[in-house]
């Protein structure tokens, strides 16, 4: 089965083909990125603009870079939620119109399933069961995967995602949108001594984050900074090293803590802040201590792709699991509610 994937949740526009004999033919990706820096985020109206300026153009790019036309299509696969409601719906309504002039099949995903599962695309691809860690601009959870569609959520965050942790940081170091790899570029020159940063949750039993107070710590300690004249470069640098040992060193803590409980031995790491060097690090120690292993996307596929999106409607069409006629954009859908694909009559 031939499967187009397209994604369109967010600030980018993922197009891709994937075969379920041959894996990953084409893929093609538009970030938005650039668009949304002045306005120090995303402008949800701005946003699905440019997806419907975006979408067809590089639907037949990935055709083109295939060597296949839209006739060899057997299925589409679009990202139903969660996400920005406006931005969902170009990808949604595209599908099924598209779908429909084909006479395919065409079904909406979960965007965090595809995360979830985008480390199925790589040589080196994790056996169920494993742990999963999903960390995200939106969501920060870990869930023990026991197959396609079998979640149970083992803890996520009561307040902000690790990723938007990453974004505001930035913003008070004064770093443009979306500041998770920038904070991580100015930590580099950062003195890891110079400044201790709270774990939050991470002194009590349980598998919840909370990054809402580390914020505030951010904030409080930039300010202290600026009012000593000292929120200069090195300053900054500093602050940006103290808060991303903080937030990684949470993210293993809990890590640590679900493959003990779970009696794993992989764990799969997703979503933007998985391409997090520091993270990759500290994590490789854990798993090694254990004899477990870690698994990521390569890095394109770390953040929003629309490869993560055919590969995880590939699985589900193959097994007969269709959309009706009505197309879906569901803005908030909690991951666990999936279930294993239900073929339709
Ligand atoms: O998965 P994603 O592309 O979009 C969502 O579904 O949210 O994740 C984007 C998030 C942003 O918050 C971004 O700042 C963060 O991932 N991010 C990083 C890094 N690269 C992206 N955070 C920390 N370190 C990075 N290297
Ligand atoms: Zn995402």
């Not at 083909?17 to 668009?35: F, N, P």
């Not at 696969?77 to 996400?83: D, E």
């Not at 300010?223 to 004249?229: F, K, Q, T």
Request: proline letters at 6%.
């Amino acid at each position: 089965m031939r499967i187009l994937g397209i994604e369109t949740s967010c600030d980018e526009t993922g197009v891709a083909l994937y075969d379920t004999e041959r894996g990953l033919l084409a893929d093609a990706l538009y970030s938005q990125v650039a668009m949304h820096a002045d306005y120090g985020g995303v402008v949800p109206e701005l946003a699905s603009r440019d997806h419907t300026r975006k979408l067809l153009p590089l639907i037949q790019q990935v055709l083109d870079s295939a060597a296949l036309v839209r006739g060899d299509l057997d299925g589409i696969a679009y990202t139903a939620g969660p996400g920005l409601v406006g931005a969902l719906m170009v990808g949604a309504s595209t599908a099924h119109g598209l779908a429909r002039a084909l006479g395919i099949p065409v079904l909406g995903v979960h965007h965090m399933e595809g995360h979830l599962l985008a480390p199925m695309l790589e040589d080196e691809a994790p056996a169920f069961p494993f742990v999963a860690l999903l960390v995200s601009g939106g969501h920060t959870q870990l869930v023990e995967v026991r197959g396609l569609g079998e979640y149970r959520l083992l803890g996520e965050s009561v307040d902000d995602a690790a990723g938007e942790a990453f974004d505001k940081a930035a913003k008070m170091l004064g770093l443009p949108y979306p500041g998770g790899p920038q904070v991580a570029k100015l930590a580099e020159a950062g003195d890891p001594a110079r400044f201790r940063f709270p774990r939050p949750m991470t002194d009590r039993p349980g598998l919840d984050f909370s990054f809402s107070g580390l914020k505030t710590h951010t904030l409080t300690t930039a300010n202290a900074l600026r009012d000593a004249g000292e929120l200069d470069d090195r300053g900054r640098a500093d602050i940006a090293r103290a808060f991303e040992e903080a937030v990684v060193d949470t993210l293993v803590i809990k890590c640590r803590r679900a493959l003990d409980q779970t009696g794993l031995k992989r764990l799969v790491v997703a979503g933007g802040v998985s391409a997090n060097r520091r993270l990759r690090e500290r994590l490789g120690i854990e798993v090694g201590k254990r004899r477990a292993h870690a698994y990521y996307p390569r890095g394109r596929f770390c953040t929003d792709n629309g490869a993560m999106i055919a590969y995880v409607g590939a699985q589900r069409l193959l097994a007969g699991e269709r959309d009706g006629e009505a197309m879906r954009a569901v803005p908030r859908w909690p991951l666990a509610e999936l279930t294993p694909p239900v073929a339709s009559e």
